[in-house]
Nanobody, 124 residues
Framework: QTQPVESGGGLVKAGASLRLSCTVSGSTAGAGTVGWFRQTPGKEREFVAAIEWYGGSPFYANSAMGRFTISRDKAENTFYLQMDDLRPEDTALYLC?????????????????WGRGTQVTVSS
């Protein structure tokens, strides 16, 4: 009935950092997995990172590993994607999603709830 809500995107220069926030509300709240994906025009949705609802077992795409960090605020149903050393190729609409379970967390079809996304634009 409800969707994740993202915020924190913006226009930054290469090398800058952003922290995206995702507040999750829906039938999967309290269990399962929260993930971040990104979408650019003409391309398929790309997995970025995922984390268990309670903050364990962060999992990253190769493109995110080493620069991005996924975490959660334990007091709130809020999940973060800290993005450091941003590059122009990181430019995308970043979407937060939630699902039950914790298998194949990189598969987009496994997620039940999707946010509208927050735009990240990185200039060179």
């Amino acid at each position: 009935q409800t969707q994740p809500v993202e915020s924190g995107g913006g226009l930054v220069k290469a090398g800058a950092s952003l922290r995206l926030s995702c507040t999750v509300s829906g039938s999967t709240a309290g269990a399962g997995t929260v993930g971040w994906f990104r979408q650019t025009p003409g391309k398929e949705r790309e997995f970025v990172a995922a984390i268990e609802w309670y903050g364990g077992s962060p999992f990253y795409a190769n493109s995110a590993m080493g620069r991005f960090t996924i975490s959660r605020d334990k007091a709130e149903n809020t999940f973060y994607l800290q993005m450091d050393d941003l590059r122009p190729e990181d430019t995308a609409l970043y979407l937060c999603a939630a699902r039950a379970g914790f298998q194949f967390v990189y598969v987009t079809t496994g997620y039940n709830f999707w946010g509208r996304g927050t735009q990240v634009t990185v200039s060179s």
